[in-house]
């Protein structure tokens, strides 16, 4: 089911907005339309156009695990005007929401591997459809390690599904904050996400890398990976860029011959070896 | 404020109804000193005056920045006031000094792109002119009005 | 260290002669290290004049000077990534202004470019100890097809020729312009002829003339950036949080950038008409400016560009201001 | 082949206005503009070209000579990708569409190859993967009758390009001026070999032919720039290059070059108001990669004009087998500063060579020892606008 004009969003309503720390909340959006509902697919990795009216539109990857259906998560950090507008919204409130847009994470081709989550901050969001995915079908999958970082403890988001994850056999979360962010009866990590990385030594041959977080994390990540010796092509992230149309039109996201939009969000390091420069 | 002007709005409602079935759109910025005290005054002195005025206090006509003017005509405004203190009564000694300097380059600019001017009004009002409140929201929205009847059917204001 | 030249009879020679002058000016200033940056005009292969960076005295025998050379190099004063300073990062070639020899800059500036250093220097936005100012005596400059340019029929004598006191050289000067001086002195008196006529219309009629222009603006703020005196670092057109004009261009969104432009120029603006120049589709800008130049003028007494101490009018007050426009 | 009258070409272009719309070039104050013909004043605001070189404008109902730019200052683009474009309407209550659907068949007149070859560009963008609805309604609307160009300026190039002043690519309908009065007409398109059935002319003869066979090498000939794009090799050995930074240290990043291009699509999504937009961007400006945090991966001017150059002569050809330029020269003819874009370009293949696998190899690298490098912060922002 798509819309009669590229630009036209889906209507959603507000159903709840979860408050996961100060300056993030998790929104899920209902379809008005239920024939929209009843349709609406998406991968683990894709991103939608969030709309709020007055406001603008921004970007965000979908939270939620295409499983669950009837609804979407969004994960909202507050950072500018849309983003401030949807913190404000209320329930039931009208979110315009177009695509979803962009590729996803190559579930295929990473089955029967040892997965290695490195994420930061509001990055998680980006790969918490994939966890969940993952974790759904959980006998596919070889070694399993979520590392998890915030700037503090107040910043870690999901800390309900933190808290079950850790608790899961087969699966080794890490939490870390960075130093200065662990406050009182702190029992996880201390240090940035790269160092605690290169602490753990996590992987072998098998591994694949699947990392989202701020930019400057990313970074550091990908050369921290560099050092240990990961094949590029087993190192995932998806990436964020400034992005208006979703579909490879605007010109915005446009990185070497790839539109972050289009031929991304997800991408393997080894594909972006040569750009990574001109993005993060 | 419209709690405060309650009979007037109803008195100016029906005044505007007979003489245009089209409500105007008017932003009034106020200096909180003496123009929103002012505005106040003829309100709780029950003087009459059209209620097609809506009122932004802010702290000084100074910090009128000629940007929130030209948004208000930019989301539809159909006349815009900026209302301060008389000159030598500014609290903030010198702000409406200022104002007067802007308003004026503001103004004749506006002229000059073909805007009529009678929609840009500058007043002082201090805090015991409630008379003069009233009086000047009612020759602004007359002159609103005259602009708006002057003006070319299908121009829009803006 | 003035150099002088006689009246221009022939502006070809003359104008040969004064960048034979400016060659060896900048020649000497680069080899002395005087200088790490002289900003003058050059040519490109098209033949066209081009503003022109020379950082190495061998390069120097690139300066030129011609009938063509409208462009106010004030405007690259403030350009960090053409004059260095704390944020500037050069283009990868390491060269950028801040690592230049001696971090100090000379610029080639007629008497018109010269009004818009004064204000830059009256809002502390250069140095001027760190610039080798080097006038230049214009005979007056014409577009590609050979015309005058509008701003230079009216150009007063202390504006052809730059102002000696205020620049550190002057080349090629002092030229006179056969009847320019009388007309330079009524332009003087009475400056605004063409604001004037606009004025004359009617609100409708001005009206359907300024939205005629503003249909035809493309929003591609070539007037904003070739401005010498729009160095803001965050412009307003910019700002999202709060988005005061849409950059969709229509008449009506072009309407409030034209405002906010001369406004914010009121009482700055020098009248050099790059804005005008620079224009693709041919928007009569000088008009724009020169009315709020008028206001400024007739409200407030204050010509822009003659004092590098004298602050804008719109920052400042004076008891008698007009205000019979205010109830 | 068709000899066509002027006479003929007015009358048809007179029925058409009672029914549907013309876009044509227009003069406006000593430049020519395309522009929809106003209802009032119809034919009489065309521009007619006037024939060969040196040859007098035609007599006629107000006929106006073309001025010396004879090139329009604006590309045909924004016929079919305007400058401002509502999309839709959205309200806390609801969701509307605001794209007009019933529109008038348009004709557009006189439109050089550069621009028509410019729009089978835009096409590759828009017309490709997702395509968008109002530009495909837009291109169904109108017919195009191209115009050879028998008096190329000193800024054009298209022949570097696989282009030329006598190109029919993306025309529905080909004119060639013979002179004042007479032009030669080939139908292209099926829609415009229909179209030229229906109009009333002598078929071409030898004479013809070969008259048009010599205003077109006189039309190349004429062409004196060229382009050398390097291979897309060398490009990427380039893209470290202090290059960058020397060629763009002028610009002024103003957009004159983008909006004025046939073949730039970027664009903007904002709100006004309620009402949600599209409007034409620019890759010069550094608010186009600017986020919401204010972290900026282009905030150098060099960064954005290499993007720029990158994007026509490398990314474009990569993912559509083109170049995303067609040598009209608009961005050089009106660019304040007279940045040229062709010297630029043909300069890249003189300057040193980086090898772009050592370059990321270095990246990773220097990583570990480098701090923090610009543009990470949010406040950070150094270029000047």
């Not at chain 4, 000193?154 to 060639?176: I, K, N, Y």
């Not at chain 4, 066979?213 to 290059?241: G, H, T």
């Not at chain 4, 909006?259 to 664009?267: I, K």
Request: with cysteine; charged share 25%; proline share 5%.
């Amino acid at each position: 089911m798509r819309p009669a004009q590229i630009y036209t969003p889906f209507a959603t309503r507000v159903r709840e907005l979860r408050v996961e720390t100060r300056d993030v909340k998790t929104l899920r959006l209902e379809f008005e339309d239920e024939r929209v509902a009843a349709t609406f697919a998406f991968e683990p990795g894709q991103f939608v156009e969030l709309s709020v009216a007055g406001e603008g539109e921004a970007t965000f990857c979908l939270a939620s695990s295409p499983e669950e259906t009837g609804y979407v998560e969004c994960s909202v950090k507050r950072v500018g005007l849309v983003t401030e507008a949807i913190h404000r919204l209320d329930p039931d409130a009208l979110v315009g929401l177009r695509g979803p847009y962009g590729n996803s994470f190559p579930l295929q081709r990473m089955e029967g591997r040892d997965l290695i989550f490195v994420a930061g901050g509001i990055g998680l969001a980006a790969l918490r459809s994939l966890i969940k995915v993952v974790l759904a079908e959980r006998g596919k999958f070889g070694s399993i390690l979520i590392l998890y970082g915030a700037r503090s403890v107040e910043d870690l988001v999901y800390r309900e599904e933190l808290e079950q994850w850790r608790s899961l056999k087969g699966l080794k979360t890490v939490l870390t904050v960075d130093p200065g962010g662990e406050g009182a009866g702190w029992k996880g990590e201390v240090g940035f996400v790269p160092a605690v990385l290169e602490r753990l030594k996590p992987g072998g041959k098998n591994s694949t890398v699947v990392t989202c977080g701020p930019p400057i994390m990313i970074r550091y990540v990908l050369a921290t990976l560099d050092k240990m010796g990961f094949d590029p092509q087993e190192v995932i992230t998806t990436l964020e860029m400034k992005m208006k149309c979703g579909l490879g039109h605007c010109g915005r996201c446009n990185v070497g011959p790839l539109y972050v939009c289009r031929d991304g969000p997800v991408f393997t390091y080894a594909q972006i070896r040569e750009f990574v420069e001109q993005i993060i | 404020m419209s709690e405060k002007t309650g009979d007037v709005r109803q008195a100016g409602e029906a005044s505007a109804k007979e003489r245009n079935p089209r409500k105007l759109k008017i932003v009034g910025f106020l200096c909180n000193w003496c123009s929103y005290a002012g505005a106040d005054l003829a309100g709780v002195s029950r003087m009459q005056y059209p209620e097609e005025i809506r009122i932004i206090r802010v702290p000084c006509s100074g910090r009128i920045n000629p940007l929130l003017v030209l948004k208000c005509f930019q989301e539809g405004a159909d006349g815009v006031l900026v209302s301060g203190c008389h000159p030598g009564d500014c609290h903030y000694q010198e702000g409406n000094l200022y104002a007067r300097r802007r308003m004026l380059v503001l103004r004749s600019m506006l002229s000059y792109f073909g805007i009529d001017e009678r929609r840009f009004h500058m007043s002082w009002v201090s805090a015991s002119e409630g008379k003069k409140w009233a009086d000047t929201v009612r020759s602004l929205v007359e002159d609103v009005r005259a602009a708006q009847a002057e003006a070319e059917a299908g121009v829009p204001m803006w | 260290m003035k150099q002088s030249g006689k009246a221009a009879q022939d502006i070809g020679n003359d104008t040969g002669k004064t960048a034979m002058s400016l060659r060896k000016i900048a020649t000497e200033l680069l080899a002395k290290k005087a200088v790490g940056l002289v900003i003058g005009y050059g040519r490109s292969p098209l033949g066209d004049a081009v503003p022109l960076l020379v950082r190495r005295a061998e390069d120097a025998q690139a300066l030129q000077w011609n009938q063509h050379c409208t462009y106010n190099l004030v405007r690259y004063l403030t350009d960090p990534e053409v004059v260095g300073g704390p944020e500037a990062r050069g283009g990868g070639d390491g060269s950028g202004g801040a690592k230049s020899d001696s971090g100090k800059v000379a610029v080639v500036v007629k008497g018109c470019d010269l009004k818009a250093l004064l204000v830059l220097q009256s809002e502390n936005q250069v140095q001027r100890e760190r610039l080798t100012v080097i006038g230049l005596s214009c005979p007056g400059l014409t577009d590609e097809q050979g015309r005058p340019l509008s701003k230079c029929r009216d150009c007063p004598p202390d504006v052809h020729n730059p102002r000696e006191e205020l620049c550190d050289l002057v080349v090629g000067g002092p030229v006179s312009r056969s009847g320019s001086e009388t007309e330079g002195q009524q332009a003087r008196d009475h400056d605004f002829r063409d604001v004037d006529e606009i004025e004359a219309l009617s609100p409708a009629e001005r009206r359907v003339l300024w939205d005629g222009y503003f249909a035809r603006c493309l929003r591609c703020y070539a007037c904003r950036n070739v401005c010498p005196l729009c160095y803001c670092k965050e412009c307003v057109f910019d700002q999202h949080d709060p988005r005061w004009v849409s950059p969709a261009a229509s008449v009506a969104s072009n309407r409030s950038f034209h405002l906010i432009r001369a406004y914010h120029l009121a009482g700055r603006c020098v009248d050099c008409g790059e804005c005008e120049r620079a224009c693709p589709v041919g928007i009569p800008l000088r008009r724009i400016n020169r009315k709020a130049a008028k206001v400024v003028e007739e409200g407030f007494h204050f010509r822009a560009g003659l004092d590098p101490q004298a602050k804008s009018p719109l920052v400042g007050f004076a008891d008698e201001d007009p205000q019979e426009f205010i109830e | 082949m068709k000899i066509l009258e002027r006479k003929a070409l007015a009358d048809f272009f007179n029925d058409w206005l009672a029914e549907g719309e013309l876009i044509a070039p227009v003069e406006i104050e000593g430049r020519l503009y395309f522009r929809q013909l106003d209802e009032e004043k119809r034919l009489a605001q065309l521009v007619w070209p006037v024939g060969q070189p040196g040859a007098a404008a035609p007599s006629g109902e107000r006929p106006k000579a073309a001025p010396a730019d004879t090139l329009t200052v604006n590309s045909i683009k924004e016929f079919f990708f305007p400058r401002r474009q509502e999309l839709y309407e959205q309200r806390p209550e609801g969701i509307t569409s605001r794209v007009a659907r019933d529109e008038r068949q348009r004709l557009l007149l006189f439109a050089r190859p550069c621009d028509t070859r410019g729009l089978t560009i835009l096409d590759r963008v828009f017309l490709g993967q997702s395509e968008d609805q109002s530009y495909r309604r837009a291109r169904q609307i109108t017919t195009i009758i191209g115009l050879h160009c028998l008096k190329p300026d000193r800024h054009c190039f298209c022949t570097s390009l696989g282009g030329g002043p006598f190109d029919t690519e993306g025309m529905d309908l080909a004119l060639t001026p013979l002179d004042g009065e007479r032009f030669v007409a080939r139908g292209i398109s099926e829609k415009g070999k229909k179209l030229l059935s229906s109009l009333s002319g002598n078929q071409a003869g030898d004479g013809e032919r070969k008259r048009l066979e010599q205003l077109r090498k006189a039309a190349e000939a004429a062409i004196r720039r060229r382009i050398e794009v390097p291979d897309q090799q060398a490009m990427a050995k380039r893209f470290d290059s202090p290059y960058w930074g020397e060629v763009s240290k002028t610009c002024l990043s103003c957009g004159i070059c983008s909006y004025l291009c046939p073949t730039c699509h970027c664009f903007d999504i904002v709100d006004e108001g309620y009402l949600r937009v599209r409007c034409w961007d620019t890759c010069s400006s550094d608010t186009f990669t600017r986020m919401a945090a204010g972290q900026n991966p282009r905030k150098h001017k060099y960064t954005r004009y290499r993007q720029r150059i990158y994007h026509k002569f490398s990314y474009f050809k990569e993912n559509f087998d083109t170049y995303s330029c067609v040598g009209c020269g608009r961005c050089t003819r009106h660019c304040p500063v007279k940045i040229d874009i062709a010297e630029i370009v043909n300069g890249i293949a003189s300057t040193s060579a980086r090898d772009p696998a050592g370059k990321a190899a270095g990246f990773a690298g220097a990583a570990t020892t480098r701090p923090v490098r610009a543009g990470t912060k949010s406040t950070d922002n150094g270029a000047k606008r």
